[in-house]
């Protein structure tokens, strides 16, 4: 069956060091995988979307990887900052029995950045 | 101004009350989607939508009914709640591109 599997457990890192979150997929074969960012009590903000062509993608201090082999997707934030603090969900297309491409999301990962 | 708003953004409720989760958006999307999340559960699509005439069930509409007033307005309704619906409620939109712009959300208690 299909299956993504986001790190349950909470990520604590120091400020300033640079924090990598993994979104690993099976039985999916996306033609892009996105990460969004929420806050508690909030509703999900999306951060970055990498297409299958793509190995990387940046935007200012956040980078995406995407390796369509392992089926896995790395998320880095350099220099990371209490403000950083969230949980991060990646999402990736998936496909109804009606055809329809729906997004898809995983549970997401707690990222805690201490001062 | 939020471009996709959400009311209530609390509500408790009675098992069997009949309520209604409404959802309006600025943003000029034709399409419009309704998730519950659950803890451990991430998000799951109750009701999508991709135009006023347009309406299909999501993985999980059983109990769930939706009406979309206008391309700005997708409401939905619970006809007899039920304690496993205590969840918290998105909507959402796109444009025709991939990415989904959420509501605040709406925290369902039902006693």
């Known amino acids: 069956s299909q299956k993504i599997e986001q790190n349950s457990e909470a990520l604590n890192i120091q400020e300033g060091k640079t924090a990598t979150l993994t979104c690993n997929y099976t039985n999916y074969s996306p033609a892009y995988l996105q990460w969004y960012r929420q806050d508690p009590g909030r509703g999900p903000v999306f951060l970055l979307l990498?297409?299958?062509?793509?190995k990387e993608k940046r935007k200012e201090r956040l980078k995406v990887t995407f390796d369509t082999t392992l089926k896995q997707s790395l998320f880095h934030i350099t220099a990371s900052q209490p403000a950083d603090s969230a949980t991060y969900l990646c999402a990736l297309e998936g496909r109804m029995n009606t055809g329809f491409q729906k997004l898809v999301f995983g549970t997401g990962t707690r990222l805690l950045v201490s001062p | 101004d939020a471009d996709v708003t959400q009311t209530p953004r609390n509500r408790i409720t009675k098992t069997g009350k009949r309520i209604m989760l409404e959802c309006s958006q600025t943003k000029g999307h034709d399409r419009m989607y309704w998730y519950r999340q659950d803890p451990g559960l991430g998000l799951r699509l109750i009701y999508y939508s991709f135009d006023v005439k347009d309406i299909n069930k999501g993985e999980i509409s059983d109990g769930y009914s939706v009406s979309r007033q206008a391309q700005a307005k997708f409401s939905l309704s619970l006809e007899s709640a039920i304690p496993n619906q205590t969840a918290l409620y998105f909507c959402?939109?796109?444009?025709?591109?991939?990415?989904?712009?959420f509501g605040p959300g709406t925290r369902l208690l039902v006693l």
């Open positions: 990498i297409r299958e062509n793509e």
């Open positions: 959402a939109t796109s444009d025709y591109q991939e990415t989904q712009y």
